[in-house]
């Protein structure tokens, strides 16, 4: 939303006990921007530590969840819940290179448990496994757009989650029939203009 001039004046007249009000009125309405603002003015914990915790509560919590990996739909909507807390630990923390390694992480952990998915029906876990494939695919991307000191990083992670792809059948199945090339699974190897390359395959009908 763009703010006038005018409407900026008006705002600027107001007196400091009038802009705490308005303030703490808006912040409690912005749970989201409350925390950032904590984290930027008060939080101790570095942005580093924030990953640090987010990454063992994302191990703690698919360890507890995967015994509803039977009931797919819901294990679904339980890992999109997961989802939502990166992408909040992002927005409050603006941590570029979490965004991308935590939902890695998330992938190959529930990937952990493929003696567990690997029992399910292949349509029960259908979309679980689209989802998958399409946060790896989204992960390259990102991969692609951040600076390079990075990608030793990553490509510890995607070394892992090939290992696991592999592991299970129909997945590594899906992965090949969506278009998903496991050479791309090391970051030098994303292909130039890969975004087009992906929104070519989608525009195909695939990774839906």
Known sequence: MEFSKEFKAALSEFSSKEKDK????????????SKKLYFELIEEETTDDKRNTMESYLKERIT???????????????????????????????????????NLFLVNTILEHNDKLSRQRFDAVYKLYIYLINKIIKALIQIQKLDEDYWLE?????????????????????????GLDFNWLKSENIPDHFELIVKDIRSQGFLK
């Not at 308005?22 to 989201?32: C, E, Q, T, Y």
């Not at 009931?71 to 819940?81: P, Q, T, W």
């Not at 290179?97 to 935590?102: E, H, K, P």
């Open 22 to 33: 308005l303030i703490f009125r808006l912040l409690k309405k912005d749970k989201l921007l």
């Open 64 to 102: 507890v969840l995967s015994k509803h990996i039977g009931n797919a739909k819901y294990f679904l909507v339980l890992v999109r819940k997961l989802s939502g807390e990166i992408t909040e630990h992002v927005k409050v923390t603006t941590d570029k290179f979490g965004d991308v390694f935590l």
């Open 154 to 178: 990553f490509d510890e992670i995607l070394t892992d989650i090939d290992f696991q792809l592999h592991e299970n059948l129909y997945l590594e199945k899906l992965c090949i029939n969506n």
